[in-house]
C-alpha cells in the first residue's frame, strides 16, 4: 500500500524557515521514473505547485517561488524535504506531498498525502 | 505566464452529463491530467493523459481534447460526484518545464 505522509510545524512566524517532511511507505525514490512533489493550497483557492524531485536526485522548482525552495531526498529513510524561506502570511496553506510518475512532462501526480495545514502568524 | 483557464462552476442535476473545459495555449501539444477535490479532502487523480482512467475510477468520468480546450465529461452525475475539479499540465516553453493547476471549477449537484 502506497502512502505518503507529512510532518512538520502547524504554526511558523513570518520571516522564519518552514521545513516539511514526506515519509514514503510501500514505494522508494530510489525506483527508476518516480518523483515526489510538494503541492499547496490556501485555504479556499486552488492548487499550486511548489517543487518536486526525481529518483535521479533531478529537481523542478517553481519558476514564481524557486529562490525560495529548496527539496532534498533521504533515500536511506525514504523521505523527502521541503524547506521554504521567509515565510509570510500569505503562505498560509495546505501542504501536500504527492507522488509523481512516469519520468518527464506529461507526468502526473498518482497519490497524494493527507496534506498538513501551515498558518503563518506572529 | 501561462493560464489554465477553467469555468469557477458548473451545475447539473442528477442523472444528467456534467462537462468541465480547461483551456490554454499548450494544451494541444501536452498531456492534461484531471483531480477531483471533495471537501476537506486531499485531491484524487480522475483522468490521466487526456483519457485515460486510473484503476478504481468510474467508467462515468472520461475526458477528451481538441484544439487547445480539453474537457472532463461527467455521465449519469450523482451526488457524490460534487466537488472541486482541477487540471493540470507541464509548462514546456521555458527555460525549465513546470507544473500548471488550472484555477479549479466547483461542480455542483442540483
Known amino acids: 500500500q502506497i502512502t505518503l505522509k507529512e510532518s512538520g510545524p502547524t504554526v511558523v512566524k513570518p520571516t522564519q524557515t518552514l521545513t516539511l517532511t514526506c515519509t514514503l511507505s510501500?514505494?522508494?525514490?530510489?525506483?527508476?521514473?518516480?518523483?515526489v512533489g510538494w503541492i499547496r493550497q490556501p485555504p479556499g483557492k486552488a492548487l499550486e505547485w511548489l517543487a518536486l524531485?526525481?529518483?535521479?536526485?533531478?529537481?523542478r522548482n517553481s519558476p514564481s517561488l524557486k529562490t525560495r525552495l529548496t527539496i532534498t531526498r533521504d533515500t536511506s529513510k525514504n523521505q523527502v524535504v521541503l524547506r521554504m524561506t521567509n515565510m509570510d502570511p500569505v503562505d498560509t496553506a495546505t501542504y501536500y506531498c504527492?507522488?509523481?510518475?512516469?519520468?518527464?512532462?506529461?507526468?502526473?501526480?498518482?497519490?497524494w498525502g493527507q496534506g498538513t495545514l501551515v498558518t503563518v502568524s506572529s | 505566464s501561462y493560464v489554465l483557464t477553467q469555468p469557477p462552476s458548473v451545475s447539473v442535476a442528477p442523472g444528467q452529463t456534467a462537462r468541465i473545459t480547461c483551456g490554454g495555449n499548450?494544451?494541444?501539444?501536452?498531456?492534461v491530467h484531471w483531480y477531483q477535490q471533495k471537501p476537506g479532502q486531499a485531491p484524487v487523480l480522475v483522468v490521466y493523459?487526456?483519457?485515460d482512467r486510473p484503476s478504481g475510477i468510474p467508467e462515468r468520468f472520461s475526458g477528451s481534447k481538441s484544439g487547445n480546450t480539453a474537457t472532463l465529461t461527467i455521465s449519469r452525475v450523482e451526488a457524490g460526484d460534487e466537488a472541486d475539479y482541477y487540471c493540470?499540465?507541464?509548462?514546456?516553453?521555458?527555460?525549465?518545464?513546470?507544473?500548471?493547476f488550472g484555477v479549479g471549477t466547483k461542480l455542483t449537484v442540483l
Open positions: 504527492v507522488r509523481l510518475i512516469p519520468y518527464g512532462s506529461g507526468s502526473y501526480f498518482d497519490y
Open positions: 510501500g514505494f522508494s525514490l530510489s525506483t527508476s521514473g518516480v518523483g
Open positions: 524531485i526525481y529518483w535521479d536526485d533531478d529537481k
Open positions: 499548450n494544451i494541444g501539444s501536452e498531456n
Open positions: 493523459d487526456d483519457s
Open positions: 493540470q499540465v507541464w509548462e514546456t516553453n521555458s527555460d525549465q518545464p513546470y507544473v500548471m
